[in-house]
Every structure is written in structure tokens, then in C-alpha cells.
């Protein structure tokens, strides 16, 4: 049985060192900020403060992860100061009173922007990480490439490259597994839906729930209920979040759609003037790796990396999570100075 405090109440622990007291120059801080005149949640965690900056930008849009940070993001946390924040509209930044206007490109490139000025200021740096996961990749990707300036490096997860050939391949993916099980209610649906752009909610919706069937969103994990499971044991989600994560996650899909599938990043982000990190995985048929595997290889960066998980589909950092915090700790963080220094920066 839930406790009754955990409909409304939630925290982040404090870090403590192995006597138990709470580690000196470590944050851990779950607060609202105003960005661009919307209160909007973050949780910052960090054994040292001292450490380098890594801002997480969720996916979506309007799906947060900060639910399930507790679980996956503790290692990265002794060497980053790892920030997690619910974009406008999403999770625990929803609300009835954001102007459903402003849910568009722009205002979260604005957002994403003001929030690193906060950052830096705050932790006294000049640059920080940026790893964006799904419509995180595209979001960061944009903002990336308008600040180089401001940024270490970039880490894309379950990269999102072009959005109509994107549906396109993720559907015709799953209506050939489909064929293969001998799935008559599984084709009917699909042919149904027929022919899918992916421009349309309800056909999304039955499309990326036969997806997860067939293991094109998750590999190993059992896809969404693992992660609710997960998130009831989070001290930062309590279950009013878990509501207000439902109601920002149709909010903001709804809102973004049309101009969802508008993002060609083979068109509109062929240049990074910053080190380059995809992580990808294997079996990821919701962003199709081979349209990630393609805008990376005509990518023109300082420096770039593509990291093949073989026992992931779209989200490796939660499914291989040790594989990918050795990334971020071994060949983004230590490897990125190294880097910087060997190539140019201007292209």
C-alpha cells in the first residue's frame, strides 16, 4: 500500500559519504525555476559541484525521465553535476495555465538556452554536456548547433534524424514482424492505419504500442510497465507527478505533432562544431538506427563517435546502463579535453 504523503509529497535525497554525513560541495536539489516566465521543474544531484555540468533533455515530447533517475543516473553523478529537467508542459512543469501556444521548436530552444545560462552562472562554469534522448536529440541537436559556444560536447540517444522516413521504416518494421508471427490482429490493425505517416495520434498510438510487441522500443526491458514500477519507488515522483506526467505527455505530444514531422536533421544540422557522441541501439526501431547511423556519417563535427549498444532498441542508457555511463565517464568526459585539444573547433 502507498503511503498517503507520497500522493503529494517528494524529494531527492542528500548525498552522504560513508560515515553518513552529507558530503561537502555535493548538491541534491529538487526545485522549480522560472524559464521564459513558466515555473518549471529541475532536480540537480552531484557529489562535487566542482564537477563538469551534464544536462539530460528527455524525450517525448512531454515524457520526462526524471522518474526513473534514481535508478539509472547514481555513477554519473560522481563525476558530473547531472541535471534532469521537466521541459514546459511536461511532468512535473505541467500545468493548465501554460499556454499551449508556446509549445513549439523555438520557445524550447529559449528554454533550453535560459536554463544553461542558469547553470553556468550557478555552478560557475563556461560550458557544460548536453545529452539529449529522442525528441531530445532533435531539441539538442537544434541547440547545439545554434550555441556551440556554450557546450563540451553533445550525446545523442535513440537519435532522431528525419521524422516521415523515420515512421516510415518504424511502421513497415513492425507490419514485417507482424507477417512473420503470423499476427492476423496485428496486421488487420496496421493495415487499418494504412497508409501511416505517422501525422496522426490514434495511428501513433497503435503503431507504438505494436512497436513495443515486437521490441523496437524496448529490448530487454518489459517497456513501459518496468518503468512505472521503477517510478512508484522514486522519492522524486510522488503520485500526483505520476497524473500530472499523463496529462503533459498528451498536452505536448498533441501540441507538437504536426511540427514533429517537419525535423530533417539531414537538411537542417549537417554541421556540430562541438565533439559528437551517438548512442544508439542495436534493435531501435522507434528512431530506426540506420537513419541515425546515416545523419551521423555525413555529420561534418570536430570530432564524432558512434556507440553501438547490441542489447538495446531505443533506449540504451536505460537498458545497457553501465555500458552507458562508461561512455559518458570514459570517452565523453576524459576523452572530450583530449579532443578539444587535437581538433579544431571551427569547420
Known sequence: MIPFYRIFYSWTPKIKD???????????????????????????????????????LHGGPGSPEMGIAYYYQRRLEEHFTVVNWDQRGAGKSYSRKVPIETLNTEQYISDTFELVQLLLTRFNKKKIFLVGHSWGSILGSYVVQRYPELFHAYVGIGQVANMIQNERISFEFVYEQAKKAQDEKAIKKLEEISPYTGKNRKAMHIQRKLLAKYHGGTWKLNGEKEFIKQGFGSPEYNILDYYKFIKGASFTSKAMLKELMEFDLFKDVPVLKVPVFIC????????????????????????????????????PNLEEPEKFDSVLIDAVLKENIKAVQIYPLEL
Open 280 to 315: 544508439q541501439g542495436r534493435h531501435d526501431y522507434q528512431t530506426p538506427f540506420e537513419l541515425a547511423k546515416q545523419w551521423f556519417d555525413q555529420l561534418q563535427a570536430p570530432k564524432k563517435e558512434f556507440i553501438w549498444f547490441e542489447e538495446s532498441a531505443h533506449s
Open 18 to 56: 560513508s560515515t553518513g554525513k552529507i558530503k561537502r560541495n555535493s548538491v541534491a536539489s529538487l526545485e522549480k525555476i522560472d524559464l521564459n516566465g513558466v515555473k518549471q521543474c529541475i532536480l540537480v544531484r552531484g557529489h562535487d559541484t566542482s564537477n563538469p555540468v551534464l544536462l539530460f
